[in-house]
């Protein structure tokens, strides 16, 4: 990195801190901390609702999945429209006709205590690992750049997004989201435009997708219906409208975001607003990933595109042999950029039996270009087994570093760690506030001021930027940090979606039957997860963790069902006659 880049880094991340502190100092009461006074514009509403998803985990780690896997992960999102439109129907109107600051108090006015209790826990367990996760996901782009530890980088990371979360709560998250999105959206369309100009002259973008269709990378639309398959057109419309439910109904970091409207209309539409634009940034962000796939077959890329697994394997006494592997990678380089030219050149005089020839020799080198891979991560892990393998984290920042010009990689830098504290801060926003008005308040007997609720909202943020910044520090690539983060939140989600929709439609269930059916299912969800999807050494998944939202959210519903049922037989047993 040069000395621009740093300039434009460093000047982007300190405006939005110093903009998010002065914007919002001195919060008076409760509803001006935790809702931002209700003022917030439908376009506020929507920017931020998307910048608390897109967190520097899809900008980081998306680009990554499609180099890796191809355009397939944007099913994930095929029922958030729909989820949208429920959540402007159902969930918004009510949420502001009971003028509640978060969606668990809903919970205790239509069961009891403990059922809202229950489903705040549930929120604090799975937003506070997320949360970790969205710390140490920037952390890795500046270890790659710095060469620094990342639990150094991860305290430093924490504490800028602290700052201006704790100082300003919901209006300081609400304002810097916005300056955030512009910075995120201008920066992934430049990063898009100038991979397209580093391609081969004859390389046009309509070839380019045609180059990423040999290799199977823009397969769109799967409409198996194994549910063993991550993400297919079933799994994305059912476990995905769930989870989509699950986490803009539910969940207080988002819900937090609309209840900070000026009126039902203004939320309704941010949350359209998100619904629309949401699938295509996605599609967006994925297309740059398919793009930098295709710059890789023309521009030589390391073995494995994380630096410190190729430090440590050459520092080990398998150098020699990662060396041998190298080698091969380097003849399939070639191999693979003749191939490549084969088919374009087939494309060009539009040659049928050329083509499908050309096809199957990439699909042959693309192989044996992944076991070749696959050998370096097993002799990286023999070399040093606290080095992290997985490298498909590793792939958009290294094209950033290595190819893009002085000032852009800065820009870039930018656009990720400035989603990274973006999201990061909901999440903090969110648990302070759970932590505060749903567990402390709550249960605190004793008349305290507003100003008293709002030192605690305040204490308990900066007690869970703390812990953020623990998880963060012990954290591991796993898969993929994106995935990573929606599995935790598929075992949770579904199981408090349950519960809310239990709530709306099915009044003669009560609070003793759901908080009993909760906890058995959670329990059951767990076990799914751990016997099913949780990849051990010597096993494969048995089923996509997306169906896991569809599960508990069936489960509760079922199980709420016979408990209340065999209650009420216990209460009124039927007269003998």
């Known amino acids: 990195m040069g000395i621009l880049d740093w300039i434009i880094l460093a000047g982007t991340l300190l405006f939005i801190v110093g903009y998010g502190v002065w914007k919002t100092r001195g919060s008076k009461d409760v509803k001006d901390y935790v809702l931002g006074g209700n003022e917030a514009k439908w376009w506020t509403i929507g920017l931020s609702v998307m910048a608390t998803q897109a967190s520097a985990i899809t900008f980081l780690s998306t680009p990554g999945q499609a180099f890796h896997d191809g355009m397939g992960f944007v099913q994930f999102y095929f029922g958030l429209p729909l989820a949208m439109i429920i959540i402007c129907l159902v969930f918004i109107p009510l949420y502001h006709r009971l003028k509640v600051y978060t969606a668990y108090e809903f919970l205790e006015n239509r069961f009891d205590l403990k059922t809202r209790t229950l489903a705040a826990v549930l929120f604090l367990i799975q937003r506070g690992l997320a949360a970790g996760i969205t710390i140490f996901a920037p952390a890795i782009i500046l270890s790659a750049v710095l060469g620094w ?75 198996d219906l194994n549910t063993k398959s991550r993400y297919t057109f079933w799994s994305g419309i059912t476990g995905g409208l769930f989870l989509a439910l699950a986490y803009f109904g539910t969940d207080q970091s988002q819900v937090q975001r609309y209840l900070s409207g000026k009126s039902v209309r203004e939320s309704q539409l941010g949350l359209i607003f998100n619904g629309i634009f949401k699938i295509p940034m996605q599609f967006l962000i994925l297309l740059v990933g398919v793009m930098v796939f295709v710059f890789y077959q023309y521009n030589t890329s390391p073995l494995n595109f994380n630096p410190a697994a190729t430090n440590a394997i050459m520092a080990s006494p398998y150098a ?42 990439i699909i042959t080198i693309n192989a044996k270009d992944r076991s070749n891979r ?44 400035s989603a990274a504290m973006s999201s990061t801060a909901s999440e903090l926003n969110a648990l302070g506030t759970i932590t505060a008005l749903d567990l402390y308040k709550r249960n605190k007997k004793g008349e305290f001021t507003p100003k008293h609720y709002v030192k605690a909202t305040k204490l308990f943020t900066l ?23 929606n599995i935790i939140g598929s075992i949770f989600y579904g199981n408090v979606l349950g519960i809310f929709l239990l709530a709306f439609f099915f009044k003669f269930i009560k609070g003793n039957a759901v908080f009993f059916a909760a906890l058995v299912t959670q329990i059951i969800v767990c076990v799914i997860y751990y016997t099913l999807i949780h990849i051990h050494p010597t096993g494969e998944e048995k089923l996509g963790y997306l169906w896991l939202n569809f599960i508990g959210c069936g489960l509760v519903m079922v199980i709420a069902f016979l408990f209340e049922s065999l209650e009420r037989l216990l209460r009124n047993p039927p007269i003998k006659t």
């Not at 391609?199 to 040999?214: H, V």
């Not at 990286?380 to 997985?390: F, V």
């Not at 190819?403 to 800065?410: H, N, Q, S, T």
């Open 149 to 223: 530890d990342l639990r150094t980088l991860s305290v430093i990371i924490g504490v800028l997004v602290i700052v201006y979360t704790v100082t300003g709560g919901t209006k300081a998250v609400n304002v810097t989201q916005k300056q955030q999105m512009f910075i995120i959206i201008t920066g992934m369309f430049v990063a898009f435009f100038f991979i397209l100009g580093y391609l081969p002259p004859d390389i046009t973008f309509t070839k380019a997708l045609k180059i990423a269709g040999a290799s199977d990378k823009l397969n769109i639309l799967d409409f």
């Open 463 to 485: 007690l869970w930027g703390l812990i953020a910044i623990g998880i963060a520090s012990i954290a591991n690539l796993f898969d993929n940090l994106i995935q990573l983060v």
């Open 374 to 417: 696959e050998a370096a991560k097993a002799l990286i892990k023999m070399a040093d087994d606290s080095i992290e393998t997985n490298d498909k984290d590793y792939v958009f920042i290294h094209f950033i570093l290595n190819y893009l010009p002085k000032g852009l990689v800065g820009l870039l830098l930018a656009v990720i760690l």
């Open 320 to 361: 020699k042999d990662y060396h041998i592997l190298q080698e091969g990678h380097v003849a399939l380089e070639t191999e693979k950029k003749m191939a490549h030219n084969k088919f374009s050149t087939a494309l060009e005089l539009k040659e049928y039996d050329a083509i499908v020839e050309a096809r199957e020799e």
